[in-house]
């Protein structure tokens, strides 16, 4: 059985798979590698070793060789994976439950990249089962294969094995009301000064305003931060990583993020906390730091703020049980549709490489506020009357 192992080697952590007599598997390693150097996100390598693993482990179970596959072997794969690692040939008297769609589809994806990359740098022929070109709308037979630029020179590379969405439902959100009992749990203002930890008051009010995702928060540093001494403060999100904390800006893109005056007293506050609590800091270290817990000055992990969750479901068992930061970044996209944003702007704010992941996330927005400016028939037929 074919494993997935974490390495790590001084601050580089990383993923291999092992095989049966826990060697690392070189073809695999290769992909791996390649991925690695072209930046790809850790969590992108691990996802792709866990899928590789899986399907080395039915290929050493079936006694089949790597390099003669076939699209029949995929879609048993596919199956596989979505019957819990059953033995697709056996009838199950008690099936699992299924898995996600998703999970399969990131496996499947990361067994087409593998080949594809094998087809380029050493000849494979298994890819050219997996893919059609497509030129003109017209599908020509599994035997044209092109390169990964085919698509420049007219066409393109499809999948003869798609990915399946599952059913679209939307995307999860806490209302103002439930942010206002998260922050105010985290530390109030009473009587003059801050009761609680104000740091978590701050990284809360700071995902809901701006929509950075919980590692771009906990990635930034001071010299980020820019606040407003007659200008609009704003924020910096920077291509960064830290392997240590498992976290890195995704897509690496740098933008920026303007940002009101209530949230950045609140960071300004937050610094004379620091100097309080006579923590020495410069522009380069990080915002939020471990103040109570772990040691003391460094980083903060996700996993603190995690256990932090957990506690607070404790507290408020009402709120919904599995919230979580990444809540508060569909929260602020899904206020500033409502609020008429235009989608083009909303997507450089998330940082959302391509505006396609914005309309299919936040489709049931714009699709209920369209159809609620459509049933004021008397405004619309008026419209009509005067456009003639």
Known sequence: MAVRQRVVAGDEVTHVVLDREWKVIAP???????????????HTVRSYAGGLASWWTLLE?????????????????ARRLRDRGSDPTVLALRPSKPAA?????????????????HAIVGGVPAARQFYVHV???????????ASFLGHIGGGQDRRVIGRRRGPSTPAPLL?????????????????????????????????????????????MRHRDWQPGTGTT???????????????RVKNQHFRRIYVGDELDDLYGEYLFLLAEHGFQFD????????????????????????????????????????????????????????????PHVVQRRLGHQDINTLMRTYAHVTDDAEMRAAADWKMLIQRWGAAA
């Open 135 to 145: 030129t003109g709308g017209t599908m020509q037979s599994r035997s044209q294969y």
């Open 175 to 219: 209302s103002p009301q439930q942010i206002a009992v998260i922050k105010d749990d985290a530390a109030r203002f009473e009587d003059g000064n801050w009761l609680g930890d104000l740091r978590f008051r701050l990284l809360w009010s700071l995902l809901e305003e701006t929509g950075v995702r919980i590692a771009e928060a906990l990635l």
């Open 101 to 117: 769609t998703s999970t399969v589809g990131s496996a499947v994806t990361a067994v087409l990249g593998f080949y594809r990359y």
């Open 233 to 247: 403060a704003f924020i910096e999100v920077e291509p960064r990583e830290d392997l240590r904390r498992r976290l």
């Open 61 to 77: 179970q079936r006694g089949q060789d790597w390099r003669h596959v076939g699209v029949d072997d995929l879609a048993r794969f």
């Open 28 to 42: 695999i390693e290769d992909y791996l590698e390649y991925l690695r150097q072209e930046q790809y996100s850790p």
């Open 283 to 342: 522009d380069d270290d990080p915002i939020f730091i471990n103040f109570y817990r772990g040691q003391i000055g460094r980083p903060l992990r996700a996993e603190t703020v995690y256990d932090w969750i957990e506690g607070f479901k404790r507290r408020h068992p009402l709120l919904p049980a599995e919230w979580t930061p990444h809540w508060f970044r569909h929260f602020h996209a899904t206020a500033l549709l409502l609020a008429g944003i235009p």
